[in-house]
T-cell receptor, first 115, second 112 residues
Framework: GEEVAQTPKHLVRGEGQKAKLYCAPI?????VFWYQQVLKNEFKFLIS????????ETGMPKERFSAKCLPNSPCSLEIQATKLEDSAVYFC?????????????FGEGSRLTVL | AQSVTQLGSHVSVSEGALVLLRCNYS??????LFWYVQYPNQGLQLLLK??????LVKGINGFEAEFKKSETSFHLTKPSAHMSDAAEYFC??????????FGAGTQVVVTP
């Protein structure tokens, strides 16, 4: 498609439950990125993919967070055993080329609320 | 490590007045700098970027920014604010492909 599509828009989970978010990058974009926005303003890089391969996962919490980009499927970000501090908006972005000056195209985000 | 600092979390401007959003960076290497805008309940949209070409960068919606190495700044301006400019603005520095360090953001309110 022409836009990065993220689902669901809103997700509510009780503490300890699993949360899974999905992202379909723009058609033809081979690179996918996940960002976490906590408290409305603070963006944190989580992970990046080149096709189905992890490129940089330095921002991913070692425990509970995992992500995948499989062929012919939306990318996913999964949080096992959610905690209150996982409440945030999770943004997916995609790009066409591997370039530090390149533009990222962001989706509208998935808001996760952990109660 | 690279970082950006945005001065002022809220800016209120009158319609038609100058918009000035301040961003200072810290980087040990020549930086790639970006300004993104976020409208309510939406993702980030790129306004403009500096990639070591011209120091005065023009972007979309009438915005421009000037890279000043001596001041380690990359301030965003627009000569005449429009109501549609009300949004959150983020300055960012690239730490590598697709990996940005964002500032804390500046909320712009435009009053009639």
């Amino acid at each position: 498609g022409e836009e990065v599509a993220q689902t669901p828009k809103h997700l509510v989970r009780g503490e300890g439950q699993k949360a899974k978010l999905y992202c379909a990058p723009i058609k033809g974009h081979s690179y996918v990125f996940w960002y976490q926005q906590v408290l409305k303003n603070e963006f944190k890089f989580l992970i990046s993919f080149q096709n189905e391969n992890v490129f940089d996962e330095t921002g991913m919490p070692k425990e509970r967070f995992s992500a995948k980009c499989l062929p012919n499927s939306p990318c996913s970000l999964e949080i096992q055993a959610t905690k209150l501090e996982d409440s945030a908006v999770y943004f997916c972005a995609s790009s066409q080329k591997q370039d530090s000056t390149g533009e990222l195209f962001f989706g509208e985000g998935s808001r996760l609320t952990v109660l | 490590a690279q970082s950006v600092t945005q001065l002022g979390s809220h800016v209120s401007v009158s319609e038609g007045a100058l918009v000035l959003l301040r961003c200072n960076y810290s980087s040990s290497v020549p930086p790639y700098l970006f300004w993104y805008v976020q409208y309510p309940n939406q993702g980030l949209q790129l306004l403009l970027k500096y990639t070591s070409a011209a120091t005065l960068v023009k972007g979309i919606n009438g915005f421009e920014a000037e890279f000043k190495k001596s001041e380690t700044s990359f301030h965003l301006t627009k000569p005449s604010a429009h109501m549609s400019d009300a949004a959150e603005y983020f300055c960012a520095v690239s730490e590598g492909w697709g990996k940005f360090q964002f500032g804390a953001g500046t909320q712009v309110v435009v009053t009639p």
